[in-house]
């Protein structure tokens, strides 16, 4: 079993910063890549920032300049620093991470439960 688990969301003004952090654990051998995705409400989710366990990042358009992704790969931990946060990047948050359970199996893709992030004055 894998669980994955995101932290760090909630209400925050306009110009703010939040840092969301989402862990892996259970049974991993290794984990490839790690993302964030956000869902606003009547919208579809999209790809907000992902990295590479080699620490490649790519970035949705609307946050480059704004959002940073890191990841701890020793505790198996992704990070999402949001800074200069707008109204429109309010939605939940989710979390993934491309885990492998055994050598040289397959990788499967789990979430997290999301968390809320609310930019608002």
């Known amino acids: 079993q894998v669980q994955v688990v995101e932290s760090g969301g909630g209400l925050v003004q306009p110009g703010g910063s939040l840092r969301l952090s989402c862990a892996a654990s259970?049974?991993?051998?290794?984990?490839?890549?790690m993302g964030w995705y956000r869902q606003a409400p009547g919208k579809e989710r999209e790809l907000v920032a992902s990295?590479?366990?080699?620490?490649?990042?790519a970035y949705a358009d609307s946050v480059k300049g704004r959002f940073t992704i890191s990841r701890d790969n020793a505790k198996n931990t992704v990070y999402l620093q949001m800074n200069s946060l707008k109204p429109e990047d309010t939605a939940v948050y989710y979390c993934?991470?491309?885990?492998?359970?055994?050598?040289?199996?397959?990788?499967?893709?789990?979430w997290g439960q999301g968390t809320q992030v609310t930019v608002s004055s």
């Open positions: 993934n991470a491309d885990v492998s359970l055994m050598y040289g199996s397959t990788w499967y893709r789990y």
């Open positions: 259970g049974s991993i051998f290794s984990i490839n890549g």
């Open positions: 990295i590479t366990s080699g620490g490649s990042t």
